[in-house]
């Protein structure tokens, strides 16, 4: 009795409760929509509320679909990294007669849950890491699971970690057939008066973005403001890039190219505060990047790597270009103006 009143010490407070009437009223409602053989995955992804993403997310699937609907469920932590896991969706659309769930539990961004059928869910995973902890839930929406369900995450997870096994005909056929899922757009800001310039073709960007810079670019020197004008604030389901390389071009990553990345950094989050900038290097994530790069201990041709992790993300490849600046002899620019005000580079 006394484990029980201190699990729900939360509910004493106006605001605990609040919270908890939320999440039982979008729990039952997503209860209903699961009932008609929607995927749970889906359904978390399209409607887009903050309350119900990480741990949040994990509550609802253990209540509906261990507890309610006795889906089966095998976890491993992966024993390789999985660079393109949307890549696995065009195999896993054939599974037509078995429900899927997958929950990732991304070392950076929290509980990511996807329906492993279709691609652009299973993007939103980034690659997934080695070790880290993969979980496939497997059933027949409202019918009862079976063994064949059980077969099917084993499958799964093996099929994660790169394996290849023959699937049974009876997983290839049913009514499970991934459909095409929706998500509300993002408001679009005012366009400024002036010239208006012809965007690049989607092609283009995506080239430009991932393309890893090799070279220091020069860039024009930056304008110093008090403070960023404010961004938007977007909408959509979190997700992270893969991690871009910027070479050092410097003979010593020093001091002042520290100084020059936290500026970029910095301007970086004044203009998108929804997003969030990692730093990686030899692997690790970088907390704070004083602790690490040290006069000495990064030289010239070391790879440090970044992600951008939010949703809508935007000016990767313009980052890219600061930040390989920052890394060079040209580091100076970002080094103008008072110490505490903030440089506007994008």
């Not at 491993?76 to 660079?83: D, F, I, M």
Request: net charge positive; with cysteine; charged share 25%.
């Amino acid at each position: 009795m006394i484990n029980e009143l201190s699990n729900l010490e939360f509910l004493s407070t106006r605001a605990g409760f609040n919270v908890a009437v939320r999440h039982i009223k979008r729990t039952i409602s997503i209860m209903e929509d699961a009932a008609a053989k929607k995927n749970l995955a889906d359904l978390l992804y399209q409607i887009d509320d903050e309350e119900m993403v990480g741990e949040r997310a994990g509550l609802v699937l253990r209540v509906l679909l261990v507890d309610k609907l006795g889906y089966k469920t095998v976890s491993a932590n992966l024993r390789s990294v999985v660079g393109d896991p949307a890549s696995l969706a065009k195999e896993f659309e054939k599974w037509k007669g078995v429900d899927l769930v997958v929950a990732y539990h991304h070392p950076e961004l929290g509980l990511l849950v996807a329906n492993p059928k279709i691609a652009e869910e299973l993007a939103a995973f980034g690659s997934l890491r080695k070790r880290e902890l993969l979980v496939v839930y497997a059933g027949k929406g409202a019918a009862p699971a079976d063994a064949a369900c059980q077969h099917a995450a084993e499958l799964a997870i093996n099929f994660f970690e790169g394996g290849k096994s023959k699937v049974p005909p009876a997983l290839l056929r049913g009514g499970f057939v991934a459909k095409a899922i929706k998500t509300k757009a993002a408001p679009r800001a005012p366009k400024a008066p002036g010239k208006v310039r012809k965007p690049a073709s989607r092609t283009t960007r995506r080239v430009a973005v991932k393309r890893p810079v090799q070279e220091a670019q020069r860039v024009a020197p930056p304008v110093v403001t008090a403070a960023a004008p404010p961004a938007a604030v977007p909408t959509g389901p979190v997700r992270m890039t893969p991690r871009y390389a910027v070479v050092v071009q410097n003979e010593l990553f020093h001091n002042g190219n520290v100084e020059a990345w936290k500026r970029i950094v910095a301007s970086y989050n004044a203009k998108y505060p929804n997003l969030q900038v990692y730093i990686y290097y030899d692997g690790e994530r970088i907390m704070d990047i004083n602790s690490l790069f040290k006069w000495g201990k990064v030289k010239h041709g070391s790879a440090i790597e970044f992600a951008v992790a939010g949703n809508d993300i935007k000016d990767v490849a313009k980052l890219q270009r600061y930040l390989a600046q920052g890394a060079s002899h040209q580091f100076e620019a970002f080094l103008k103006g008072p110490v505490n005000n903030v440089l506007r580079l994008f």
